[in-house]
């Protein structure tokens, strides 16, 4: 196998490989490096956008944690090659797209931290990832904000299109005994479809002018407790 092919397997994008070595440590821990360099210069300066740029050196490689590879933890060498603009004189950092600026983890192992989190804890996801909880738990917030918006919109959409949509309507505390929201649930699909600030009848109907998507549902059965300010919300939008 080229080591191109080994690149794309492993979702590093716009990089040549220089080599693959691999170095165990005490407990038989094997760590892979990947040394790899970038297959097309910047286009352009940051600054100026300017296309007169020229290479400048370089400062090293940096350390960048990636997907382990089978058991083995894999680490990313990438060449900090330095440029410098002919028009402003402004010199930069070659940026890769498989990294976010300066992190020292690709966004192919964020996005997993957060896969091994659903159904489990950070604690647990940190572990298993040899990742300070610290760390773990702030790729877990980034990525869910990211993916929140398509997610809502997903669920939201197979409870448009269900044709016997079973709603579910219930409030869990944010903090108990003094904040509450209230959950819209899509029983049969098994998905969250909404969350409303607050339970109260008015704090309900507020939530319900600002997302038509949920109001122009027509379930079929709708199932909650036997709070009576729920019952009087329900009676009005989903009579």
Known sequence: MQLQDIGKMLELQGVRIISISVTEKARKEMTTTIKVEPMRNAKECPCCKSGRIILNGNSGYR???HLNIATTKCMISALR???RCKKCDATF???YEFVTGKERY???FKIQNYKLSIGATVQHCAKNTETPYSTAERFFKETALKIAPYTKEAAQEIARQS???I???DDFAIRKGHNYNTGFHDLRGENMIGIAEGRTLDELRAY???NPQIAALN???VIMDLARGYHSFAAEFFP
């Open 219 to 221: 379930p079929h059965a």
């Open 167 to 169: 709603l579910g309507i």
């Open 106 to 108: 690709t966004e192919a």
């Open 63 to 65: 350390q960048i944690r």
């Open 163 to 165: 044709a016997k949509l």
């Open 93 to 95: 950092t070659h940026e």
């Open 81 to 83: 090659q330095r440029y």
């Open 208 to 210: 319900m002018r600002e």
